[in-house]
C-alpha cells in the first residue's frame, strides 16, 4: 500500500538549537500535508499545516516546506526547546480521499539542555 | 476549542471480554471520525472511517465485525473491540473531523486509549 515516510530515526539536538526533520510521501496526487507532534502516551497535537499549490509555510518557531518535484516534506523547529522533545509524524491526504490521514513513520527529536 | 476526549484513558481486560472505548467531540460536531490503532514505537494507522448515521468504512485487513463501530450521534462514536485477545492490546486513538471554512478540514484528535488484553 501506499505510505509516509521513512523508519523510525532519532534526531538529538541541543537546546537552542534548530532542527529539520524530513518526511517523504509516495502519492503524488496528495495535495494536503499536515505535521503532527505526538509525546508519550497522548494523542497527535496539529502542529502546522501545508497545501499542494505552497512551498513552505510559516508558524510560530516553526517552517514547513514541501518540494513536490521530490516529493518531500521538512519541517523546521527554531531555537529547539526540551518541550519540544516528542515523536513527528508527517500526515498526507487528499480531496478524493475524504480526509484519510496516511501518517508516516515518524521521527523522535530529542533535545538535550 | 476543537477537544476531543476519549474513554477510558485506559484499560486492562481478560482475554475473551469485549472493550468499549468511546470518542466525543466536545465542542464541536463532527460528521466523521477516524479510528487509529497504533503499536509501540510505530506510526498510526488507520482502522476504519465512521460516519455518523451509517456504517462504518474499514481499511484493508482490519476486521469489521471483530472493530465494532457505532456513530450514533455528531459527537459520539464507539469503538468496540469483541473477544479481545493479547495481540489486540495497543493503544487506539480516534479523531474527529472539524469542517473548516477553507476547504480543507482538519482532524482533530483524542489523547487515546491504552488497551492491555492479559
Known amino acids: 500500500g501506499e505510505s509516509v515516510g521513512l523508519h523510525l530515526p532519532t534526531l538529538s539536538v541541543q537546546e537552542g538549537d534548530n532542527s529539520i526533520i524530513n518526511c517523504a510521501y509516495s502519492?503524488?496526487?496528495?495535495?494536503?500535508f499536515i505535521w503532527y507532534k505526538q509525546e508519550s502516551g497522548k494523542g497527535p497535537q496539529f502542529i502546522i499545516d501545508?497545501?499542494?499549490?505552497?512551498d513552505k509555510r510559516q508558524g510560530q518557531r516553526v517552517t514547513v516546506l514541501l518540494n513536490k518535484t521530490v516529493k518531500h516534506l521538512s519541517l523546521q523547529i527554531a531555537a529547539t526547546q526540551p518541550g519540544d522533545s516528542a515523536v513527528y509524524f508527517c500526515a498526507e491526504t487528499f480531496s478524493g480521499g475524504y480526509n484519510k490521514l496516511i501518517f508516516g513513520a515518524g521521527t523522535r527529536l530529542a533535545v538535550h539542555p | 476549542g476543537a477537544v476531543v476526549s476519549q474513554h477510558p484513558s485506559w484499560v486492562i481486560c481478560k482475554s475473551g471480554t469485549s472493550v468499549k472505548i468511546e470518542c466525543r467531540s466536545l465542542?464541536?460536531?463532527?460528521?466523521?471520525m477516524f479510528w487509529y490503532r497504533q503499536f509501540p514505537k510505530q506510526s498510526l494507522m488507520l482502522m476504519a472511517t465512521s460516519n455518523e448515521g451509517s456504517k462504518a468504512t474499514y481499511e484493508q485487513g482490519v476486521e469489521k465485525d471483530k472493530f465494532l463501530i457505532n456513530h450514533a450521534s455528531l459527537t459520539l462514536s464507539t469503538l468496540t473491540v469483541t473477544s479481545a485477545h493479547p495481540e489486540d492490546s495497543s493503544f487506539y486513538i480516534c479523531s474527529a473531523r472539524l469542517s473548516g471554512g477553507r476547504g480543507t478540514d482538519t482532524q482533530y484528535f483524542g489523547p487515546g486509549t491504552r488497551l492491555t488484553v492479559l
Open positions: 502519492n503524488s496526487a496528495s495535495d494536503y
Open positions: 465542542d464541536f460536531q463532527a460528521t466523521t
Open positions: 501545508i497545501r499542494s499549490n505552497m
